[in-house]
């Protein structure tokens, strides 16, 4: 055989040699070898009714029970005292009678039946059924069928604790299979995360199935280790091929593949790539993909894409999954053109892959998500032209994205094509279209959409809180209600979030009272109330100035679990700072910590406002210096405000120095900065400091028509009319046009110096450039006419 030393020189794995009775993956803790053979109880008095020949009340079945010699007619009955077997084990299948077989039962006949029947549940009770006809012995291809059935089956179906009755009446008939059939067996161990059940099967191959394992039963096995993430007894069973002299195939070796990715070792994992390659493994597409997959997951786009473009050059061809995976990654990393340079590839017809139903969902969904919605609806009609199936999943992605991103009609069409189709659209997709219709403020559809759901039995909570919050957006107050009352019926009730819509919506559509009352209720009936139902009457009492009220409901907050958030607390300093009452602003300001919430950089902003309209400015400086100290970083609204504070109470030398204070600091101002500064300084007529900062502006190339417009106006106001020329002249060099703004700065600007010949060429230059006059033009000429007749 071909030695496996490099490769185990790659994994770190024991190299102890056992017999195979006792093998060195086995799980020698107690739990593998938990309740290894059923204990006996006395039968409760509701099992002794069970018209059955035996029946047997087990603690705990597990795959070494022997059915045989039990008997074939036993009903078992578990203890739900085993907490690791209950959830297993809740579920019973009814017995079909013998007399609804047909007469003439063979095993073929049989197998027919079985693959007629769609219901996995419904075919294992009718072979468990026909077991019991006197005279009938299933085939090995009878028990393969029920093993594949079972192991196919949603776990949901809880049909895996039928497993072992099989397995003990393929061992009962001393049917011979071949290794397909034990094989089918321990892959639905595995899938289950089942090993230790996996690994029994493994070792009594012979006995139970009458065939010896071969390398693809050890792969399986070593598979089954993996995906339960039992990584050293993987290791040390891939250590005992070379024992028992079973040659490691390149299945083997994509399952160690899979074990370097879950461990997020993807050097070793390349590093085995190029092994394969050395010996003449030549690796296949499911190697590459669980390396691409691997690296996908773990967002190293880069190498993935490495790993897929050497797929061609190596003559691997790239399966649909792996273009799927890669496409997913990018999108999943907000890489769309990449994503999409990958979907052309997918198209070029370079290959013979040809794009799945999941790939259109996966470029939908993506797309969908970048707000690229022209593009999915170009996609999706591509899928429509190539007659690939559309599902539940391609619906509801494209009817999601179109309505959040406003595109109701493109939205409806999807839907109604969805419907025309025959699908039926689930709670999801109901949703989705319904929270567009409402953010679209289209609530007669809404209501239809509504009536539709009711029909197809999806509504649920989530249902119920899109309808609320749409219904109270659109101020449709007594329906919301209304609906408000019909959820309170419903078998799931409220969630965390009801509460707070439909508070927040009374609120905001002024049933102060209202909503007060329903959150009342709420607390005294221990109705699931979130932070946001609180936050939301705190707020609105608050603006209100109903101080004392919103006091009370904090206090409920607290007593109900809910901690308190800044958006609380700022909302109360808000609303004191607005009711004249800045000292109990500033006590509350001061509680925030011990009350378990510290101020935010907003917190200080609302006090500092506050705190610059009193004039209070030597409390003002304390509070920057604080909040310098704590480590926050002012934005934009602290200097914003602190400037206009002090500008409006023309404190303009202390503005000057705030602002160097903030430059030297780091700070970077923008544009509304600099205007707000130099629209203060020319309204002090402080000319001289504000050219400083318009030429800080050009020079830094920060400057927008704006800027000039203040600087002009300072000039006119000053009676600077050269200046304020030069102003007018600086727009121009600098590639902008002048406004119907600029225009009536300067027409006032020369009326108001008795310049009124410029003024009127000044107009007809601005008719020529395509600028017409508003009102405040013709009042400006018109003033200034007036005055001139008079003086004259």
């Given at each position: 055989m071909k030695s496996c030393l490099p490769l185990t020189s790659l994994l770190t794995h024991s190299?102890?040699?056992?017999?195979?009775?006792?093998?060195?993956?086995?799980?020698?803790?107690?739990?593998?070898?938990?309740?290894?053979?059923?204990?006996?109880?006395?039968?409760?008095?509701?099992?002794?009714?069970?018209?059955?020949?035996?029946?047997?009340?087990?603690?705990?079945?597990?795959?070494?029970?022997s059915f045989r010699e039990l008997g074939p007619s036993v009903v078992f009955i578990f203890s739900p005292s085993c907490g690791r077997c209950r959830p297993s084990h809740q579920r019973t299948l009814p017995r079909i009678p013998t007399s609804k077989l047909p007469k003439s039962l063979s095993p073929r006949r049989l197998l027919q039946l079985l693959k007629f029947e769609k219901d996995p549940r419904a075919a294992v009770t009718l072979f468990h059924s026909a077991i019991l006809r006197p005279g009938y012995t299933h085939s090995p291809a009878v028990f393969h069928h029920v093993l594949r059935r079972i192991a196919a089956a949603d776990p949901s179906l809880l049909l895996l604790p039928h497993l072992p009755r099989v397995i003990d009446a393929i061992r009962s008939h001393n049917c011979k299979c071949t290794e397909d059939v034990p094989l089918t067996a321990i892959k639905a161990y595995a899938k289950n995360s089942k090993p230790d059940e996996a690994l029994h099967l493994f070792q009594n191959m012979?006995?139970?199935?009458?065939?010896?394992?071969?390398?693809?039963?050890?792969?399986?096995?070593?598979?089954?280790?993996?995906?339960?993430?039992?990584?050293?007894?993987?290791?040390?069973?891939?250590?005992?091929?070379?024992?028992?002299?079973?040659?490691?195939?390149?299945?083997?070796?994509?399952?160690?593949?899979?074990v370097l990715c879950k461990k997020k070792q993807f050097d070793k994992a390349k590093r085995l790539l190029g092994w394969l390659w050395?010996?003449?493994?030549?690796?296949?597409?499911?190697?590459?993909?669980?390396?691409?997959?691997?690296?996908?997951?773990?967002?190293?786009?880069?190498?993935?894409?490495?790993?897929?473009?050497?797929?061609?050059?190596r003559g691997v061809a790239a399966d649909v999954m792996c273009y799927n995976m890669v496409i997913d990654g990018f999108f999943k990393k907000g890489d769309s053109l990449r994503a999409k340079m990958t979907w052309e590839r997918l198209l070029s017809g370079d290959s013979d892959v040809y794009p799945n139903v999941t790939s259109y969902n996966i470029m939908i969904s993506g797309l969908c998500k970048c707000g690229r919605f022209d593009e999915c609806l170009e996609i999706w009609e591509r899928m429509k032209k190539n007659e690939r199936k559309h599902d539940l999943f391609t619906y509801s992605s494209l009817i999601h994205g179109l309505s959040e991103g406003g595109n109701l009609d493109g939205a409806k069409r999807v839907y109604k094509d969805m419907v025309g189709r025959g699908i039926r659209p689930d709670v999801v997709t109901c949703n989705a279209m319904l929270n567009g219709l409402c953010k679209a403020g289209n609530i007669e559809e809404s209501f239809q959409l509504w009536e539709e759901m009711k029909k197809y039995g999806c509504r649920n909570v989530v249902s119920y809180n899109i309808f609320l919050n749409g219904l109270l957006e659109n101020r449709k107050v007594e329906e919301a209600l209304s609906q408000w009352d019909a959820l309170l019926e419903t078998a799931w009730?409220?969630?965390?979030?009801?509460?707070?819509?439909?508070?927040?919506?009374?609120?905001?559509?002024?049933?102060?009272?209202?909503?007060?009352?329903?959150?009342?209720?709420?607390?005294?009936?221990?109705?699931?109330?979130?932070?946001?139902?609180?936050?939301?009457?705190?707020?609105?009492?608050?603006?209100?100035?109903?101080?004392?009220?919103?006091?009370?409901?904090?206090?409920?907050m607290d007593k109900n679990g809910c901690k308190l958030n800044p958006h609380v607390c700022n909302a109360i300093i808000d609303g004191f700072i607005k009711h004249s009452e800045l000292d109990n602003a500033i006590q509350f300001f001061r509680e925030m910590s011990i009350k378990g919430c510290s101020p935010t950089v907003v917190s200080y902003n609302i006090l500092l406002n506050g705190l610059c309209k009193a004039e209070r400015f030597i409390e003002t400086y304390d509070y920057i210096k604080e909040m310098l100290e704590k480590g926050w970083k002012p934005d934009i609204i602290t200097y914003s405000t602190l400037i206009d504070g002090l500008c409006q109470s023309k404190m303009i030398d202390t503005v000057l120095r705030l602002w160097n204070l903030f430059l030297d600091s780091g700070f970077k101002p923008d544009i509304r900065m600099y205007n707000i500064v130099i629209h203060r300084l020319c309204s002090s007529e402080k000319m001289e400091h504000a050219m400083q900062l318009y030429s800080m502006m050009r020079q830094k190339n920060c400057i927008n028509l704006v800027t000039y417009n203040t600087i002009m106006e300072g000039f006119y106001k000053v009676g600077d009319c050269e200046k304020a020329s030069n102003i007018w002249a600086n727009i121009f060099e600098d590639g902008l046009q002048p406004d119907i703004i600029s225009y009536n700065i300067t027409l006032k600007g020369h009326c108001s110096w008795g310049r009124l010949t410029e003024a009127i060429r000044l107009l007809d230059h601005a008719l020529e450039c395509g600028i017409f006059p508003t009102a405040i033009t013709w009042d400006i000429l018109v003033r200034a006419v007036i005055f001139y007749e008079a003086l004259t």
């Open positions: 190299s102890r040699i056992l017999k195979s009775e006792s093998l060195p993956f086995s799980n020698p803790s107690p739990s593998s070898s938990h309740c290894r053979r059923p204990s006996v109880e006395p039968l409760p008095p509701s099992v002794a009714r069970i018209p059955s020949p035996f029946v047997l009340f087990l603690k705990c079945p597990t795959p070494a029970l012979e006995t139970l199935f009458g065939c010896t394992p071969g390398v693809r039963s050890f792969n399986t096995l070593l598979n089954a280790f993996v995906l339960s993430n039992q990584w050293d007894r993987a290791n040390r069973f891939f250590a005992y091929y070379e024992t028992v002299g079973v040659e490691p195939n390149l299945e083997t070796y994509n399952v160690l593949m899979k050395e010996k003449g493994l030549r690796p296949d597409k499911f190697t590459y993909g669980t390396l691409i997959n691997g690296m996908v997951k773990c967002g190293d786009l880069c190498n993935a894409l490495e790993v897929f473009d050497e797929m061609p050059q009730g409220t969630d965390s979030k009801s509460y707070g819509i439909v508070v927040h919506g009374l609120c905001k559509n002024g049933y102060l009272n209202k909503a007060l009352r329903l959150l009342e209720e709420a607390v005294q009936k221990g109705g699931d109330v979130d932070a946001f139902a609180f936050s939301s009457m705190i707020n609105a009492l608050c603006k209100e100035g109903r101080l004392d009220e919103a006091a009370e409901v904090v206090s409920v």
